[in-house]
């Protein structure tokens, strides 16, 4: 109950963020999972992880500037067995998103894709240009199955050891469909909005 409870006051915050005027003050903490049963794998360190997105922590190419006021939060949980994330992309004051991942890199860094999570976990694109969106815009489970790049093929231990030592990342990416690209919020294909995944407790 308490899980659910922290998801719907999270999803609450962002769509009501959506009918009103943007904060650029605004600061979005990660709600926690609580663990619905004790950890039956002593192998494994379960628990939870999460970021908060903005788009101070992008990295963009050089001379392009990243004013979006785009904000989010991205929630993962590891269940007991230690194989398994549960997920939910949570985005506000964004438009024009096509797709969504967790990267492998430090803080400061652009790393590769190793796991899709918007539209879903397949590693297919969504439509550009589609407009504003807001609230839960993916959810889903994360297994070794979905590992991506250069963590394809790899052991699902591989990705948590990524998301523990700090060096994971979530970003929205947004395409207008119109060319030349990075012409604002809404047009940064290479990523708008980003946060490095932290472990939350267990």
């Not at 943007?22 to 979005?28: C, E, I, L, T, Y």
């Not at 990660?30 to 999460?50: C, I, K, M, Q």
């Not at 999570?117 to 070794?144: F, K, N």
Request: net charge negative; with cysteine.
């Amino acid at each position: 109950m308490r899980k659910i409870m922290s998801l719907l006051v999270a999803s609450g915050l962002l769509l009501g963020c959506a009918s009103e005027a943007p904060d650029p003050a605004a600061s979005f903490t990660v709600p926690l999972f609580s663990s619905a049963a004790p950890n039956a794998n002593p192998n494994s360190d379960g628990g939870n992880f999460g970021t908060p997105l903005s788009a101070a922590e992008e990295v963009m190419p050089a001379g392009v500037v990243n004013t979006s006021l785009a904000r989010g939060s991205a929630i993962f949980q590891l269940n007991a067995a230690g194989d398994t994330l549960t997920y939910k992309l949570i985005v506000a004051n964004i438009d024009n998103v096509f797709m969504a991942h967790i990267h492998r890199a430090a803080p400061g860094v652009n790393g590769p894709i190793v796991v899709w999570l918007y539209p879903s976990t397949a590693p297919t694109p969504g439509p550009v240009g589609q407009g504003r969106i807001d609230g839960v815009i993916a959810e889903g489970t994360i297994t070794a199955a979905n590992l991506v790049g250069p963590l394809a093929g790899h052991p699902f231990s591989d990705l948590l050891t990524a998301l523990r030592s700090g060096n994971a990342y979530v970003n929205a990416h947004t395409n207008d469909g119109i060319a030349p690209a990075n012409t604002g919020p809404g047009d940064f294909p290479g990523g708008e909005e980003r946060g490095q995944i932290e472990q939350r407790g267990h």
